[in-house]
């Protein structure tokens, strides 16, 4: 488990200051691929086909654009060609398509799945490019979680954090601690029916990363230091019966089929008190405020302050014939032109160390999310996610619809992933 970054960063950061934060379609011989990285000239007719997921449906879909134009612009004669893919299959997806001898040259996924692509050849190791003039303009310990056992397969684009939105007219003071948070549930439930207290999303897209910030703080993880998992310990047995307590006294909305995009939803339309995400919920929540007014606290602690920090990488393909061009295009990507616009689409956190003086950390609204990010732990990093990723979370719905306990549930998790 990787702490992100250290308390002196935050510290400045809060004080609003810190120093200086398918198959490639081929169009001509593939011996030119070597040569992509020189002068434009030498690009001539090359497609980089770039893999997003969720493209189709407005991902990042303008500020990408925008990046892809300006770097066709400096390299005539190169296409960018999107491939667009559900989130739900994102992983399955680049894993069929490297089996079939497809993969897109580059490829934007979550770094949790870097330990997967890495073992199955997937992705090209990148620690060659990684010098130290690369490095002088990131936040180096972000730039950490796309490294698997010492190597840089992926480069961080985006960088999240997360906080405890609440009914601000509901709630006087928010939670500061999981007896607090379910005492304040039952509370803002008992006297309103029809709004609930708090809100557990267990999709299989987003309900692992929130999950684990309650794993985090009950001192649990689902993968030890050597790499082994670790589903069925005392710890992570104890979390999920504590968060069971809101299912059994009707605190929450329905725990299968609530997911992490709902949440701001229910809390606009005026049904749900309390919930953890992103920054990226202000815009939905903002348009209700008059309605559902609402404020943000740092996450309530358990046995201590934590919370899941998340990044997504751009990851070159092992089988690209265009290694050398689609390094240049994650390059172009991350000058503060066109990697600044990506971190503010959903209110991430810095990539770039110069992001850190953007006027927007400088909020009341940014404080909390920027207050959790030193006892921040990044997610685990298992050789197959979606079992991994299923497993879990099949564990925690039976837990709490009471199906099964917490530790007969694990048990179970815990043989599937071991076979």
């Known amino acids: 488990m990787k702490k992100i970054l250290s308390l002196g960063l935050v510290s400045m950061m809060l004080a609003g200051t810190l120093l200086t934060g398918c198959s490639s379609s081929q169009k001509t011989d593939d011996t030119q691929s070597t040569a992509a990285s020189s002068e434009s000239a030498s690009t001539d007719s090359k497609t980089l086909k770039l893999l997003v997921p969720g493209y189709d449906s407005g991902y990042l879909k303008k500020e990408l654009d925008a990046g892809i134009a300006g770097f066709e612009k400096a390299n005539e004669g190169v296409k960018v060609e999107i491939v667009s893919v559900g989130w739900d299959e994102l992983n399955s997806k680049i894993v069929s398509l490297y089996q079939a001898g497809d993969a897109p040259d580059i490829m934007l996924t979550g770094s949790r799945t870097l330990k997967q692509l890495a073992t199955l050849g997937i992705a090209e190791d990148l620690s060659s490019h990684i010098t130290d003039d690369f490095k002088k303009d990131r936040v180096e310990s972000v730039l950490a979680t796309g490294t698997v056992d010492g190597k840089q397969y992926g480069i961080p684009m985006a960088f999240s954090s997360r906080a405890l939105y609440y ?184 990539i770039l160390k110069e992001e850190f003086n953007d006027e927007r950390f400088k909020s009341e609204f940014m404080q909390p999310f920027a207050a959790s990010i030193e006892y921040g732990i990044s997610e685990p990093q298992v050789a197959d996610w979606d079992s991994f990723n299923k497993a879990f979370l099949t564990a925690v719905q039976k837990t709490l619809t009471g199906e099964m306990g917490a530790k007969e549930a694990l048990d179970e998790a815990q043989s599937q992933v071991a076979q």
């Open 167 to 350: 009914r601000s007219d509901l709630i006087e003071t928010p939670p500061t601690n999981w007896d607090e948070l379910l005492s304040v549930a039952k509370d803002v439930h008992s006297k309103n029916p029809d709004i609930y207290g708090f809100s557990i999303p267990t999709d299989i897209t987003s309900g692992t990363d929130e999950l684990l910030n309650f794993i985090y703080q009950n001192g649990g993880a689902l993968v030890d230091d050597k790499g082994e998992i670790t589903f069925d310990t005392s710890e992570n047995v104890a979390t999920l019966e504590y968060l069971k307590k809101f299912n059994d006294e009707k605190l929450v909305p329905d725990v299968v089929s609530t997911a992490r995009e709902d949440q701001a939803t229910l809390f606009a339309n005026g049904n749900l008190a309390m919930f953890v995400s992103g920054p990226w919920e202000k815009e939905t929540l903002d348009k209700a405020a008059d309605k559902s007014p609402y404020k943000v606290a740092i996450l309530p602690a358990g046995k201590k302050q934590a919370e899941t920090l998340v990044t997504d990488s751009y990851v070159i393909s092992s089988i690209s014939k265009n290694k050398d061009l689609a390094w240049k295009f994650v390059e172009f990507m991350g000058q503060p032109e066109y990697q600044r616009p990506v971190s503010e689409a959903f209110g991430w956190f810095p």
